[in-house]
């Protein structure tokens, strides 16, 4: 396994102790903020201004590649920063959750030109297969395209996604 530099941030010096001594037995080397470490270690955030790759215990920074839960013990703590280090990002109550929808980063995402086809389609009453053969696509893309509309549109009925789509259109059109 290879032994990682790791910098140890906190204000209170016990904590420091304990993080610094969790770090050590994984086998990692404890340097100073100064020394390029290839991960800090921080307690509670990151440091301000920091940059670097940093696994935060008990903190909520999005920004930190890595967050653990405050009680994490020092094999999550030894996992966080190896995965880190390795360019993964660590955060904590996704254990076995698998893959889910992602956050839009905006209410109203845009809705790609394949899905707008697929949308007037659906508008059209077609089913699946017909909009593969229309549209030379695969009927699992079809699915897909369909699946990704209700997700933007926040619809979970083709004809819901139609209504909200054309309330959308009528919303954001602007007449001049």
């Known amino acids: 396994m290879e032994r990682l530099r790791v910098a140890v941030h906190t204000t209170d010096p016990l904590r420091r102790a304990a993080l610094g001594r969790v770090v050590s037995e994984a086998g990692h080397i404890v340097v100073e903020m100064q020394d390029t470490p290839d991960v800090i270690l921080a307690d509670g955030g990151r440091p301000p201004g920091e940059n670097r790759l940093v696994v935060a215990v008990g903190g909520v920074d999005e920004e930190a590649s890595g967050l653990l839960p405050r009680d994490a013990d020092a094999s999550q703590i030894d996992a966080a920063i190896r995965a880190v280090a390795a ?61 990704s509309l209700f997700r933007k549109l926040g619809a979970r009925t083709r004809t819901e996604a139609v209504a909200k789509a054309s309330e959308r259109r009528r919303r954001e059109t602007i007449v001049l």
């Open 87 to 147: 360019g993964l990002v660590v955060r904590p109550g996704v254990r076995d959750a698998g893959f889910g929808a992602m956050r839009e980063t905006e209410a109203y995402a845009l809705l790609t030109p394949r899905e707008l086809e697929v949308l007037a389609a659906l508008a059209e009453g077609m089913t699946n297969k017909a909009i593969a053969r229309r549209l030379d696509i695969s009927l699992h893309t079809v699915k897909f395209h369909i699946e």
